[in-house]
């Protein structure tokens, strides 16, 4: 094998994604270009029509007439746990027994031929409902009492009441904020092949194959070590694929064993959308205190969630979403609860910020109205109440490594913040159809999972006689680049060229007992562990070539493309072959949990977080107020991810997030009529932001001035998830062109996403 003195991948160097060509080719191998076994029969679910009622009558007979049908599951076919609650609650059924909660639950799963017979056949079943009351948002199960589907959480520290009541101005207010659809260009997918015994192995798109492995093994009521879970990449998952993924895994695995032969399971987009669990939406209840300079004294709110009929991932939702309801700002006395609400719609789960996006918008929400109840730019509002280091956040924990100070200073001067603000004004002072505003908004942003014992990960490493490497870490790949820059964590330990190493699919078989690829955490955690099984190897090379060249440890080195053993430089492969000769052992797995952190959900108190990300965005829009349609004119961005690992592939990830924490706000909007059915179910009604969406002028630059003060990774920060929360600044921005028409003296208070509708009918509001 060649092996060239410079060499390419190490750490902290623009290195292409692993998958990059491979994707542009169409060579990527995902779940549905998998070769097919012989025999493999296909699965489809039949849905119910009614978002809560008892099921009168079920007539099967036409689906199993249907040709190329071999037969249907029902709830009783389940050897196992009818379950698939990530949280023990056992409210989560795979298949609806006798009951169904929301419109759209998996009642039955046909068995054929072909995907296209299964799919047909469904459609022909006979469901008749005893029907009874139905409450879809989350006011409307307060109103009904509903109850919660998890336990609640308070946040408080300080007194709230007596500081509100000191308060020399309060403002008082409720907050919708709408949810969202993962949308990922692949669907949800699995793949089944029953192996001898109680084995079977499962090719499916998920971000947690742990979780699949547990969930299957108990549908099938077999031991873990049978359930074989294998995740080569996705094609996007954002929270969609960390628990959604579970029913379609147990479903292929429960009729792959039941009929012996492979099965395959792919809904199309409509059922996707329909049957699958999506950003929680919230309606806020808030009220802030504050001093004539702008100073916040006191805040307190209560967050209700729409969390759908079980509880899945809510409860560390709604969580987050206190978790974060500062953002970046301190609050002397702060009293904040959640209050995450049962409701016969899909159960919402995890999506990129899980819970944290619905609580910063709500601390930018109450910025800018005490800035346009004092007559002040929100600027100055925002620095105003910055956290310094020191403090402590509602849950107690000490913000040591504060950085929003420099990031709002370069971004003001490079983005020529103030300048365009007076033109922004000017411009609207003249009246006119078209309505201008830019707002500048930060993202203070925890990492770590809240659930402590997530926060660990596993690696292994196997180095060939060859001096090929191939890597294996618990992480999984759905685009963001974690495999690439974990190999380039490896290249940069053994001083090697990336071309060197493999990337294996993700496998229980090889790492055991996986956290999800989730929470931003996965190259903080998979790095480390794979950091650690390259050193031990590397130890163990180490004192091998001090022995066979007779030099001290201490004078071997590893340099790019050799082992430096004192005056002797030896080839990579060389050295590789003489350690196997040698009966050295080339193979470690690794591991690494996060230290220091540590949470009491009963106290409310904690170091939940292991550190913070931060950065900010400007924004500013062009609104036509004849329409309501608007234009976003121009953002900047400087981000924080520390010393990057990988600069391009970090610069693409805030992108990405931007984009679709702005579509969040803007364009993505989830219906569902009285009855309780989704009708936002496909790309025809539902908007994601296309290409042309995105800001004309878009200039991303990341704090490369950075280290994280903590010992991460190579001192890198976490990137997948905090620069979602940037696209707040557009909608702060469409905030303030509203506001134009009062001259700024009464806040919008746009609802979210605020569509274009929703923005001419504020300005109708407004309009003198």
Same mark, same amino acid.
């Given at each position: 094998?060649?092996?060239?003195?410079?060499?390419?991948?190490?750490?902290?160097?623009?290195?292409?994604?692993?998958?990059?060509?491979?994707?542009?080719?169409?060579?990527?191998?995902?779940?549905?270009?998998?070769?097919?076994?012989?025999?493999?029969?296909?699965?489809?679910?039949?849905?119910?029509?009614?978002?809560?009622?008892?099921? $009168?009558?079920?007539?099967?007979?036409?689906?199993?007439?249907?040709?190329?049908?071999?037969?249907?599951?029902?709830?009783?076919?389940?050897?196992?746990?009818?379950?698939?609650?990530? /949280?023990?609650?056992?409210?989560?059924?795979?298949?609806?027994?006798?009951?169904?909660?929301? *419109?759209?639950?998996?009642?039955?799963?046909?068995?054929?031929?072909?995907?296209?017979?299964?799919?047909?056949?469904?459609?022909?079943?006979?469901?008749?409902?005893?029907?009874?009351?139905?409450?879809?948002?989350?006011?409307?199960?307060?109103?009904?009492?509903?109850?919660?589907?998890?336990?609640?959480?308070?946040?408080?520290?300080?007194?709230?009441?007596?500081?509100?009541?000191?308060?020399?101005?309060?403002?008082?207010?409720?907050?919708?904020?709408?949810?969202?659809?993962?949308?990922?260009?692949?669907?949800?997918?699995?793949?089944?092949?029953?192996?001898?015994?109680?084995? %079977?192995?499962?090719?499916?798109?998920?971000?947690?194959?742990?979780?699949?492995?547990?969930?299957?093994?108990?549908?099938?009521?077999?031991?873990?070590?049978?359930?074989?879970?294998?995740?080569?990449?996705?094609?996007?998952?954002?929270?969609?694929?960390?628990?959604?993924?579970?029913?379609?895994?147990?479903?292929?695995?429960?009729?792959?064993?039941?009929?012996?032969?492979?099965?395959?399971?792919?809904?199309?987009?409509?059922?996707?959308?329909?049957?699958?669990?999506?950003?929680?939406?919230?309606?806020?209840?808030?009220?802030? #205190?504050?001093?004539?300079?702008?100073?916040?004294?006191?805040?307190?709110?209560?967050?209700?969630?729409?969390?759908?009929?079980?509880?899945?991932?809510?409860?560390?939702?709604?969580?987050?979403?206190?978790?974060?309801?500062?953002?970046?700002?301190?609050?002397?006395?702060?009293? %904040?609860?959640?209050?995450?609400?049962?409701?016969?719609?899909?159960?919402?789960?995890?999506?990129?910020?899980?819970?944290?996006?619905?609580?910063?918008?709500?601390?930018?929400?109450?910025?800018?109205?005490?800035?346009?109840?004092?007559?002040?730019?929100?600027?100055?509002? !925002?620095?105003?109440?910055?956290?310094?280091?020191?403090?402590?956040?509602?849950?107690?924990?000490?913000?040591?490594?504060?950085?929003?100070?420099?990031?709002?200073?370069?971004?003001?001067?490079?983005?020529?913040?103030?300048?365009?603000?007076?033109?922004?004004?000017?411009?609207?002072?003249?009246?006119?159809?078209?309505?201008?505003?830019?707002?500048?908004?930060?993202?203070?942003?925890?990492?770590?999972?809240?659930?402590?014992?997530?926060?660990?990960?596993?690696?292994?490493?196997?180095?060939? /006689?060859?001096?090929?490497?191939?890597?294996?870490?618990?992480?999984?790949?759905?685009?963001?680049?974690?495999?690439?820059?974990?190999?380039?964590?490896?290249?940069?330990?053994?001083?090697?060229?990336?071309?060197?190493?493999?990337?294996?699919?993700?496998?229980?078989?090889?790492?055991?007992?996986?956290?999800?690829?989730?929470?931003?955490?996965?190259?903080?955690? /998979?790095?480390? $562990?794979?950091?650690?099984? +390259?050193?031990?190897?590397?130890? !163990?090379?180490?004192?091998?070539?001090?022995?066979?060249?007779?030099?001290?440890?201490?004078?071997?080195?590893? %340099?790019?493309?050799?082992?430096?053993?004192?005056?002797?430089?030896?080839?990579?492969?060389?050295?590789?072959?003489?350690?196997?000769?040698?009966?050295?052992?080339?193979?470690?797995?690794?591991?690494?949990?996060?230290?220091?952190?540590?949470?009491?959900?009963?106290?409310?108190?904690?170091?939940?977080?292991?550190?913070?990300?931060?950065?900010?965005? %400007?924004?500013?829009?062009?609104?036509?107020?004849?329409?309501?349609?608007?234009?976003?004119?121009?953002?900047?961005?400087?981000?924080?991810? #520390?010393?990057?690992?990988?600069?391009?592939?970090?610069?693409?990830?805030?992108? #990405?997030?931007?984009?679709?924490?702005?579509?969040?706000?803007?364009?993505?909007?989830?219906? *569902?009529?009285?009855?309780?059915?989704?009708?936002?179910?496909?790309?025809?009604?539902?908007?994601?932001?296309?290409?042309?969406?995105?800001?004309?002028?878009?200039?991303?630059?990341?704090?490369? *001035?950075?280290?994280?003060?903590?010992?991460?990774?190579?001192?890198?920060?976490?990137?997948?998830?905090?620069?979602?929360?940037?696209?707040?600044?557009?909608?702060?921005?469409?905030?303030?062109?509203?506001?134009?028409?009062?001259?700024?003296?009464?806040? +919008? !208070?746009?609802?979210?996403?605020?569509?274009?509708?929703?923005?001419?009918?504020?300005?109708?509001?407004?309009?003198?």
């Amino acid at each position: 094998m060649k092996d060239d003195t410079t060499i390419r991948g190490l750490a902290h160097s623009d290195t292409i994604h692993d998958s990059a060509i491979k994707q542009v080719q169409g060579l990527a191998d995902y779940t549905d270009d998998l070769n097919e076994p012989a025999g493999l029969l296909h699965a489809y679910l039949g849905l119910s029509s009614c978002a809560h009622g008892r099921i $009168a009558s079920l007539d099967l007979d036409a689906v199993r007439r249907s040709p190329g049908v071999i037969d249907v599951m029902t709830a009783a076919d389940i050897p196992g746990e009818n379950d698939v609650s990530p /949280n023990g609650k056992h409210d989560d059924p795979i298949l609806a027994d006798g009951k169904v909660l929301f *419109w759209g639950q998996p009642v039955f799963a046909v068995i054929a031929e072909t995907r296209d017979q299964a799919r047909r056949a469904a459609a022909k079943a006979k469901i008749e409902y005893e029907e009874l009351p139905h409450a879809l948002d989350p006011m409307a199960a307060l109103e009904a009492d509903m109850g919660y589907v998890t336990e609640p959480l308070t946040l408080r520290r300080g007194d709230a009441d007596r500081g509100m009541a000191a308060a020399p101005r309060r403002i008082k207010g409720r907050f919708a904020i709408g949810g969202q659809d993962h949308f990922y260009l692949e669907g949800q997918i699995a793949m089944a092949v029953p192996g001898e015994d109680d084995e %079977v192995t499962i090719n499916v798109s998920t971000q947690h194959p742990s979780e699949v492995q547990h969930m299957v093994a108990h549908a099938l009521q077999v031991p873990s070590h049978s359930v074989v879970v294998n995740v080569r990449r996705m094609g996007g998952g954002f929270g969609g694929k960390e628990t959604q993924m579970n029913l379609f895994a147990c479903i292929a695995a429960i009729a792959a064993k039941k009929w012996k032969r492979a099965v395959k399971i792919r809904p199309d987009r409509d059922d996707d959308m329909t049957a699958t669990g999506k950003r929680h939406d919230f309606v806020v209840d808030y009220e802030v #205190g504050f001093d004539d300079q702008g100073r916040i004294l006191a805040v307190q709110g209560d967050w209700y969630a729409r969390c759908g009929f079980s509880a899945d991932l809510s409860g560390p939702v709604t969580d987050r979403a206190l978790f974060h309801a500062d953002n970046a700002y301190y609050y002397p006395d702060v009293r %904040v609860s959640s209050h995450p609400m049962r409701t016969n719609t899909v159960s919402n789960t995890a999506f990129r910020g899980f819970g944290g996006p619905q609580g910063v918008i709500v601390a930018e929400r109450m910025i800018e109205e005490i800035a346009y109840a004092l007559g002040r730019d929100p600027l100055e509002i !925002r620095k105003l109440n910055l956290y310094q280091n020191g403090q402590l956040t509602p849950y107690h924990q000490e913000v040591t490594d504060q950085i929003l100070p420099r990031i709002f200073q370069e971004l003001e001067a490079s983005s020529d913040y103030q300048a365009r603000r007076q033109a922004v004004l000017d411009w609207n002072a003249k009246g006119g159809t078209i309505r201008k505003g830019i707002a500048l908004t930060p993202v203070k942003f925890g990492i770590s999972f809240t659930a402590t014992w997530f926060n660990q990960a596993g690696a292994l490493i196997h180095i060939y /006689n060859d001096g090929s490497i191939a890597l294996n870490h618990g992480g999984t790949e759905m685009g963001q680049g974690l495999n690439t820059k974990v190999a380039q964590v490896v290249a940069e330990a053994f001083q090697c060229d990336i071309s060197r190493i493999k990337i294996t699919r993700t496998t229980t078989e090889k790492v055991p007992n996986t956290s999800a690829t989730a929470a931003s955490s996965g190259t903080d955690l /998979n790095g480390m $562990a794979a950091l650690d099984a +390259a050193n031990q190897i590397k130890a !163990r090379l180490v004192e091998f070539v001090a022995e066979r060249w007779q030099v001290a440890p201490d004078l071997v080195t590893f %340099v790019p493309g050799h082992i430096v053993a004192g005056d002797h430089r030896v080839p990579f492969d060389e050295a590789i072959k003489a350690a196997y000769m040698a009966r050295i052992h080339l193979s470690a797995a690794g591991f690494y949990k996060t230290p220091q952190i540590h949470w009491d959900r009963a106290t409310g108190k904690g170091r939940p977080f292991y550190y913070y990300a931060y950065g900010a965005a %400007v924004s500013e829009v062009s609104v036509d107020t004849l329409t309501g349609e608007y234009v976003i004119d121009r953002s900047d961005v400087i981000h924080d991810v #520390g010393r990057s690992l990988n600069p391009a592939i970090d610069r693409g990830q805030v992108e #990405g997030a931007f984009v679709q924490g702005t579509g969040w706000l803007t364009c993505e909007e989830l219906w *569902w009529d009285d009855k309780g059915q989704l009708r936002t179910h496909a790309p025809s009604t539902y908007k994601i932001p296309l290409a042309s969406d995105k800001p004309r002028i878009f200039n991303v630059r990341l704090a490369d *001035w950075s280290e994280n003060s903590e010992r991460t990774i190579k001192r890198s920060k976490a990137v997948g998830e905090p620069p979602f929360m940037l696209g707040i600044s557009v909608f702060e921005a469409l905030n303030m062109a509203v506001a134009s028409f009062t001259d700024y003296r009464e806040p +919008a !208070r746009l609802d979210a996403p605020a569509t274009p509708e929703r923005v001419l009918m504020a300005i109708e509001k407004l309009r003198p």
